[in-house]
């Protein structure tokens, strides 16, 4: 069950998708509190694409597993620099613990939709929690200073431009929401929607 409006919103907006795209486009604009001009540079197929994973990664985010999992991470947070991580190896038991965790499956369930890249959990200072082994080690531990958890922590969130994912080198539009507790942002899931 969704845990605000805003989230309630953007499922509704992705079943009102199917049937009318300006309605749509409205839905997402009050539930995120950004203008979908945001996705206007693209073009109307690649932006219908982003808004529908915009909608499915926040009705994700609402999941009750990954709101436990991610007030449990805020309890007992597991901080690591990014100097620190990025000289661990793929096999490190650090790097494979949020790869082969409960939560960490599921993402691995989801990302199996052919047009996202990967998914990643955060808690609320920007420290992975889990991640989809499918696409391998995230590049960094903590993205506290990027623009998918900036902007991810305060709403639903598509970059503006397509280029390769960090991590993947595809082409993609970077995508992020926030995990709610409530009326508070607790996390950040992110993902990348590959654009052909």
């Known amino acids: 069950m969704p ?19 300006p309605i749509f486009l ?10 979908s001009a945001e996705t ?14 915009r909608a499915l990664l926040a009705f994700w985010a609402a ?3 990954i709101i436990d999992a991610t007030r449990k991470a805020n309890r007992n947070p597991h901080t690591m620099s990014n100097i620190a991580w990025d000289r661990l190896d793929e096999q ?3 790097v494979l613990k949020p790869g082969n965790s409960s939560i ?26 889990a991640y989809s082994a499918r696409s391998g080690k995230p590049l960094l531990f903590n993205n506290s200073n990027r ?25 993609a539009v970077q995508i992020a929401t926030p995990v709610m507790d409530g009326n508070h942002a607790i996390g950040v899931l992110q993902s990348a929607v590959i654009i052909e």
């Open 3 to 21: 845990q605000s409006e805003s989230q309630l919103l953007l499922i509704c907006a992705m079943l009102v998708n199917a049937l009318h795209r």
């Open 26 to 35: 409205l839905l997402i604009a009050i539930a995120t509190g950004t203008s």
């Open 40 to 53: 206007q540079l693209l073009p109307v197929q690649q932006q219908a694409r982003i808004e529908k994973y």
């Open 63 to 65: 999941q009750p597993a």
């Open 92 to 94: 490190d038991p650090l």
């Open 104 to 129: 960490a499956k599921q993402l691995e369930a989801w990302e199996k939709d052919v047009y996202i890249i990967k998914l990643n959990l955060r808690d609320k200072q920007g420290n992975l929690i």
């Open 147 to 171: 623009s998918p958890f900036i902007n991810g922590i305060k709403g639903s969130w598509a970059a503006e431009e397509i280029k390769p994912d960090p991590s993947t080198q595809q082409n």
